[in-house]
């Protein structure tokens, strides 16, 4: 049976935004040069500004990829959360925990309900499908080159130290550095959009300037995005959906600001441009005829997710599917037991260990009673 969430009228998630906290990260892991995991921050980057007039497409040859042919599912995200508790002694509050979720306009996800929580992946079957089902790319500079850009742009902005602790050599040599996608940092948030409390795990660029020292505090994080240079209004058309994708992403983890480099057509960085996440709702507003609204996206995100937690209610795998241009949600199961490999054998053993342990009564101290 097949439960629909309509996205259509629109209209209907208008007014004032539901109530957001503020995400506050509590976790972190990070993966290596060679896309290995690690507990903590090793992949942390320090954003610096970068060099213009610089060739997007330059070191396209030396491209250390990251292979996503494998399917991770959530298991580094649940060997963080599992460690965090480890230290805490208590399952962390949230309703759903997830990946960052991805924007395309038709997607599909995996999820399963464990213990009271919902767990969400991405479909990595779908991912890939789609991939082998595009259609072929005609343009004059090959899509794989046009997707390195935005990891370049990274490369060009980025240190892997504080600047005062790094060196002009490698400050200017930016431009000739080989460019690798493998390591990531990945914030892990706590954050709620209406009644619904989430568990977010999402790769963060950049810092702007270093992490605070109690946790849960505001961190100045950056966003790096790459777009064409805006030379008319079909491009400013463009570019202001864009930036809803931007925002959300970035609204959803506690990034508050993205600086976007402008390239031309052919890839040349020639400018960059700061925007604060909390102001590009009103920005779009002020344009006279927004393309989307912020509150209605929240109102949107929070009407769905509250719907999803009295439609997921009993164990099994579940498919939440958009197709492409579709005006709903559709959520259905797709095994009746279990829970896949959404969630490792590893984190449900913690968890029943976690539970007996708050199940047994604290031990009495005989010492203290003679």
């Known amino acids: ?42 992949s942390l980057k320090w954003y610096y500004t970068p060099d213009l007039n610089v060739d997007l497409s330059k070191g396209f040859e030396s491209f250390e990829k990251h292979d996503d042919s494998v399917d ?7 060997t963080t959360i599992a460690d965090y508790e480890q230290k805490t002694s208590k399952p962390i509050d ?18 399963t ?27 004059p500079i090959p899509q794989e080159v046009m997707q390195y850009w935005g990891y370049k742009f990274e490369t060009l902005s980025t240190l892997p130290k504080p600047w005062g602790q790094t060196s002009r050599d490698f400050i200017e040599s930016r431009p000739d550095h080989v460019v690798n996608n493998k390591e990531q940092y990945c914030s892990v948030v706590r954050t709620g959009i209406g009644k619904t409390i989430l568990c977010i795990g999402g790769e963060v660029d950049a810092i702007w300037d270093d992490k605070p020292r109690t946790q849960g505090d505001p961190i100045n994080w950056v966003e790096l995005k790459t777009s064409a ?31 976007v480099g402008f390239r031309t057509q052919d890839g040349l960085l020639v400018e960059t441009k700061e925007f ?35 439609t997921i209610t009993d164990e099994g795998v579940w498919r939440i599917k958009r197709r492409p241009r579709s005006a709903e949600i559709e959520v259905f199961k797709v095994e009746e037991v279990g829970h896949g490999d959404i969630i490792t ?5 913690w968890r029943i260990k976690l539970e007996l342990r708050q199940a047994q009564p604290p031990t009495e101290d005989k010492g203290a009673e003679e």
């Open 1 to 42: 049976m097949t439960a629909a969430f309509p996205i259509q009228p629109v209209a209907r998630f208008a007014g004032k935004s539901e109530l957001v906290k503020r995400p506050k990260e509590f976790a972190c892991f990070s993966y290596d040069a060679d896309h290995k995991f690690h507990l903590g921050a090793q």
């Open 72 to 78: 991770e599912h959530l298991d580094s995200l649940l």
């Open 94 to 111: 949230a309703h759903i925990i997830m990946a960052a979720p991805f924007d395309d306009d038709g997607f599909e996800m995996n999820a």
């Open 113 to 139: 309900l464990y213990r009271g929580c919902i767990f969400i992946e991405e479909n990595h079957a779908y991912k890939q499908a789609s991939r082998a089902n595009e259609r072929p790319w005609n343009g």
């Open 229 to 259: 240079v805006i030379q008319n209004q079909r491009q400013a058309n463009n570019f202001e959906r864009k930036l809803m994708k931007f925002w959300i992403q970035s609204f959803l983890l506690g990034v508050p600001k993205i600086i």
């Open 276 to 310: 604060r996440t909390m102001d590009i709702p009103l920005m779009v507003k002020k344009d006279g005829r927004p393309k989307w609204d912020g509150d209605t996206c929240v109102n949107f995100a929070n009407g769905f997710l509250e719907w999803l937690r009295h």
């Open 345 to 349: 054998d590893e984190f449900m053993n």
